[in-house]
């Protein structure tokens, strides 16, 4: 592989609370996962972050999530499928206005932390999720993408809906040794030193192989790498990815 896309999560502050630097991570990834407004970010945040990625040239996606201010969107929640099309549907259009006033246009949509992790395999919000990214990109010239993990249900439900699927690995997460990802109330399930983070990626990039939380070399194959914006040393970790990669002859590119 001579190129990959480094993505991260920004747009999560919120009022006078704030959450990573984007400013910073802006000037090292090349692709910005924005929040929507349901798990964090609020409107004057979201503008400032889609006004730093154009002026970066930096790709724009939308991160939805559930609606879940209080728990940063990382609690599953049993919505049914039409609400969460609604759910989705509306962030994408608050997150693509706000894109156009500052020059910009999405080009992917993420889903975020409960949400990404329950259409792994839960087939109905997976269902509800592609048909509203599929649905948003039929009245667009171009067509939205759709990061996942690589082997989930909503990935190979998106190839069949004819959405583009990128295929994500993390790069600050223990993987379990079925492709999943560790869930973070587990002890090790995220990772804080960026040497030992750049030198899994340079392998996962070189080799398409991750050693799981449990020793187990498993397959990891992936389009884009994440740095979560919100990790303690998130801008320090993704320059170390980003150098590391670089060495290795990797070029950092959006997909």
């Known amino acids: ?34 929040a929507c407004g349901f798990h964090a970010g609020d409107p004057s945040v979201l503008l400032a972050t889609c006004r730093g990625a154009v002026e970066r040239g ?33 962030q994408l259009a608050a997150i693509d206005g706000v894109a156009r006033t500052v020059g910009g246009s999405l080009s992917y949509v993420k889903p975020h932390g409960a949400l990404y992790n329950t259409i792994v395999h839960h087939e109905p919000q997976a269902d509800a999720v592609v048909r509203a990214v599929a649905d948003f990109s039929a009245a667009r010239t171009e067509p939205l993408a759709l990061l996942g993990l690589p082997g989930s249900v909503v990935l190979r439900q998106a190839e069949a809906a004819g959405v583009r699927a990128v295929r994500e690995a993390f790069c ?15 002890d090790g399930a995220v990772l804080h030193d960026p040497e030992q983070v750049a030198e899994r990626m340079v392998r996962l990039v070189e080799t398409g192989e991750l050693t799981a939380i449990d020793g187990e070399t498993i397959g990891v194959e992936a389009d884009s790498l994440c ?29």
Do not use: K
Not at 25 to 32: C, E, F, M, R, Y
Not at 73 to 85: A, H, N, T
């Open 1 to 34: 592989m001579t190129s990959i896309d480094l993505n991260s999560d920004l747009g999560e502050s919120f009022g006078m609370w704030q959450m990573g630097d984007d400013d910073a991570l802006l000037d090292v990834v090349s692709s910005a996962n924005v």
């Open 58 to 90: 930096v790709q724009l996606g939308a991160h939805v999530a559930y609606r879940d201010l209080a728990g940063f969107g990382r609690s599953f929640i049993d919505v049914p499928g039409e609400q969460l099309y609604a759910d989705v549907l509306y």
């Open 172 to 186: 600050d997460r223990a993987y379990n040794n079925d492709g999943t990802l560790v869930n973070r109330r587990t």
């Open 227 to 255: 740095v979560h914006g919100d990790s303690p040393g998130a801008v320090a970790m993704a320059q170390r990815v980003r150098d590391a990669l670089t060495s290795a002859g990797v070029e950092i590119r959006a997909f």
